[in-house]
């Protein structure tokens, strides 16, 4: 979900007709531009009451007191080659340290398979301290 589509999405909650579905999720947005993070994590808290997992990206994480809350329904994404975080399960450690009963949400590496480079180096390292990465 975008961060321009959080506030009618949550605020549209209550109407929208979900019966039909055994399983629903909620995709935090990947990326906040200008919303703050704890706005973010408080307008999403309605999906937690309901026990729906939220679905975090963990570069977009910054404060995870936001997401303390979220307990057992905080869903960690891994991450592919585009991002400079979250990739492996090294990176994604500080997360799951941080967010201690998170769940796990896995995304295919094989819908990204690519043998490009993905990110510049001076940004993954300037990001996460992490050097260079060349998916398989």
Known sequence: M?????????????????????YISVHAPSRLRSMKESVAAELLLPCVERKWPVVLHPDTIGDYECWRDFGRWACIE????????????????LAFERLPEASFAWISVMRNRSTRLSASPARCSAITGIGW????
């Open 78 to 93: 891994n991450m592919d080659n585009r991002k400079c975080s979250g990739r492996t399960s090294q990176e994604l450690s």
């Open 133 to 136: 990465y060349r998916s398989i």
């Open 2 to 22: 975008r961060e321009s589509e959080l506030f009618g999405w949550m605020a549209a909650l209550d109407e929208l007709d979900l019966g039909s579905f055994e």
